[in-house]
C-alpha cells in the first residue's frame, strides 16, 4: 500500500512540473560535448593588454564542492525558442551561427548575432529565441556548476512577458 502511495505521489508531482515547466520548441540538436569535474577549487586570476592597449582582467574562483564544466552545441531552428529556465551556475555562451535573442522576466530583448560571446549568471530567469524567419541559431555554451547540479532548471512564464 506504500509503495502505491509513493508511485502515485511521484507521477502527481512529475506531472505538475511538465505542466508548470515552459517547453522548448524547435531544438535541431542538442549535443554535450563534454563534461568533466575539477578535483577541488577552481581559481584563476590574471592580468593582460588586448591589442588596442586596453587592460584586461580575468578572475573566476570556486570554493567548496568540486565543479562540473559542460559543453554544448545547440541549435534552433528559425522561430524556435529554449523555453523558460536558469541555470545553477554561469553559462558562457558563444553565438556561433545566426543571431540569439536573449528575454529574462522584464522582457526586455536583447540581441548577440554571430561571433559575440557573453555570461548568463547563474539563478537568472530567461528565453533564448531564435526571431529569425530563415536562419538556424547554433550555440556553444560552456557551464560552470556545483558538481552533480543540473545543467537547467525549469521555470513558469513570467507574469512579466507573454512570450512562450
Known amino acids: 500500500m506504500k509503495m502505491k502511495i509513493l508511485l502515485a505521489a511521484n507521477a502527481i ?3 505538475s512540473m511538465i505542466a508548470w515547466a515552459t517547453p522548448s520548441s524547435g531544438t535541431l540538436f542538442n549535443n554535450i560535448l563534454n563534461i568533466a569535474r575539477t578535483s577541488g577549487t577552481l581559481q584563476s586570476n590574471v592580468g593582460g593588454e ?4 586596453s587592460k584586461w582582467h580575468f578572475q573566476l ?4 564542492a ?7 552545441d545547440l541549435a534552433i531552428a528559425p ?3 529554449g523555453g523558460w529556465h536558469s541555470h545553477p551556475g554561469p553559462v558562457f555562451i558563444t553565438v556561433k551561427e545566426g543571431t540569439m535573442s536573449l528575454y529574462e522576466s522584464d522582457c526586455v530583448r536583447r540581441e548577440y548575432p554571430a561571433g559575440t560571446a557573453f ?3 547563474g539563478g537568472v530567469i530567461h528565453n533564448e ?4 524567419a530563415t536562419e538556424n541559431l547554433r550555440l556553444l555554451d560552456t557551464f560552470i556548476l ?4 543540473p545543467r537547467r532548471i525549469e521555470h513558469p512564464q513570467p507574469s512579466t512577458c507573454d512570450l512562450p
Not at 129 to 132: C, L
Open 13 to 15: 508531482t512529475l506531472v
Open 50 to 53: 588586448a591589442a588596442d592597449g
Open 61 to 64: 574562483k570556486t570554493e567548496g
Open 66 to 72: 568540486p565543479t562540473d564544466i559542460a559543453v554544448q
Open 79 to 81: 522561430g524556435g525558442y
Open 119 to 121: 555570461i548568463i549568471e
Open 129 to 132: 529565441r531564435n526571431e529569425s
Open 146 to 149: 556545483p558538481a552533480g547540479a
